[in-house]
Nanobody, 116 residues
Framework: QVRLVESGGGLVQAGESLRLRCVVSGINFKIAPMGWYRQAPGKQRELVAF???????NYTDSVKGRFTVSRVNAYNTVLLQMDTLKPEDTARYYC??????????WGQGTQVTVSP
């Protein structure tokens, strides 16, 4: 059974940092491209960061230079280090397996709230 479990969210002040973690089970994780997405109230879910199976990364413009995505294949884990957080980063964050075979699977997400 495919499962994604996110953790690490919380309430922080602007300028502070958080590190999100996503543990994936039920797939061959080392071949899976992974994405971190976020969804704020009233807005569409958006891709924030992507990491390929080889470790190549991409970021949406609004987080470049502040967020870093990484993976630890030995632990079936993908991380999102978020620095210099801004109130506009407030959202529920989800990890996702960005491959057609596993598109349907989502975790419960983790809430990030950044106060001014």
């Amino acid at each position: 059974q495919v499962r994604l479990v996110e953790s690490g969210g919380g309430l922080v002040q602007a300028g502070e940092s958080l590190r999100l973690r996503c543990v994936v089970s039920g797939i061959n994780f080392k071949i899976a491209p992974m994405g971190w997405y976020r969804q704020a109230p009233g807005k569409q879910r958006e891709l924030v960061a992507f990491i390929s199976s080889r470790g190549d990364t991409n970021y949406t413009d609004s987080v470049k230079g502040r967020f870093t995505v990484s993976r630890v294949n030995a632990y079936n884990t993908v991380l999102l280090q978020m620095d210099t957080l801004k109130p506009e980063d407030t959202a529920r964050y989800y990890c996702h397996i960005d491959a057609p075979r596993w598109y349907a699977y989502w975790g419960q997400g983790t809430q990030v709230t950044v106060s001014p």
